[in-house]
């Protein structure tokens, strides 16, 4: 598995080999404006940047939604996740298998796995909670908070949020999936367009997917609008679909027979049966992004400036 800040480092660095002055950081959005030759964005300093598309790509909370579709608050799931990450040497090996742990029950969740060549145990535990609704990276909290949120949880569990470095903990947002994501020359990506549950671990791979088919159909269609339009019609199905498959298991991770120990073990094993997990993940990892959908034009557009606003208030220019 790979450490997110890897990830973005190595996409930062990407950037910057093409374009060094590509990204800048600390710029806050405010509006865009757009016409029939392009789209400018502004930015709270005073500054603004103009582009042949504009790319939402800035979160569950993302401004541009809101001047695109009108103010749709995100929504309180009712869960509140804690992540956390735990130094190898501070565990025995058995934590740090190359595999993916799930640990279920009445009310929460538990997943780890083993990030950066094994050096690093990732802990994210969500359960559920009504009294924190602050959607944040950065909010800490305590160990002995998150213990208390998994009190009558297996040892190891205790085990390994003892020795988390720093817990943080935020509310799990959502919002309704949307008809429609691009107008004219503006779109969205990733948790802007399509907010979803961490159920199925695949919040950063469908933002990435998102990048990839997005970038064929602007290369490949005969103009901006078009590509937009057709990226929408390509990746909204699908985004929307794994919106609501993160829905379902979060009611399976967390259903409440999973108190009884007698009905629990029958439904375990008839939840996690082998066809009914083929079933549930399969789709999921058969799908191609650089194959998806139907781009058939022959592009009249050889190169594309594009404006990105990212919820680390990052700006690109391209």
């Known amino acids: ?115 950066r060549r094994r050096e690093i145990l990732n802990f994210v535990g969500i359960v559920e909670r009504s009294n924190w609704q602050v959607e944040s990276w950065t909010k800490k909290g305590t160990h002995e908070e998150c213990e208390a949120d998994f009190n009558a949880w297996h040892g190891e569990i205790h085990e390994i949020v003892r020795n988390i470095e720093t817990p943080h903990k935020w509310a799990l947002l959502g919002r309704e999936p949307l008809a429609r994501w691009s107008f004219g020359r503006v779109t969205l990506l990733g948790d802007a367009a399509h907010p979803t549950l961490p159920m199925l671990a695949q919040g950063a791979n469908m933002a990435i997917e998102d990048g990839m088919v997005l970038s064929r159909c602007l290369l490949e269609c005969d103009n901006i609008v078009s590509g937009l339009q057709l990226y929408d019609e390509i990746r909204r199905t699908r985004a929307n679909k794994l919106v609501r498959g993160a829905l379902d298991n979060a009611n399976r991770f967390h259903n409440p027979i999973l108190a009884d120990t007698v009905g629990a073990q029958h439904y375990v094993d008839t939840e996690w049966r082998e066809d009914n997990v083929k079933q549930r993940y399969d789709w999921i990892f058969e799908y191609d992004a650089l194959t998806a959908g139907a781009i058939s034009s022959v592009s009249s557009v050889s190169s594309v400036s594009a404006v990105s606003v990212a919820n680390e208030r990052a700006c690109t220019k391209e």
């Open 1 to 115: 598995m790979i450490h997110r800040a890897d990830l973005h480092r190595a996409l930062s660095d990407a950037v910057r080999t093409i374009k060094p002055n590509a990204v800048h950081f600390n710029s806050r959005y405010i509006g865009f404006e757009q016409d029939n030759l392009s789209v400018k964005a502004h930015f709270s300093e005073g500054q603004s940047q103009r582009g042949d598309v504009l790319i939402g790509a800035d979160g569950v909370h993302s401004r541009i939604r809101d001047q695109l579709i009108g103010v749709d608050r995100p929504h309180f799931t009712g869960c509140v996740a804690w992540r956390g990450l735990v130094p190898a040497e501070r565990l025995p090996a058995k934590y740090l298998r190359p595999v993916g742990v799930n640990w279920i029950g009445r009310g929460g969740h538990i997943v780890t796995y083993p990030i």
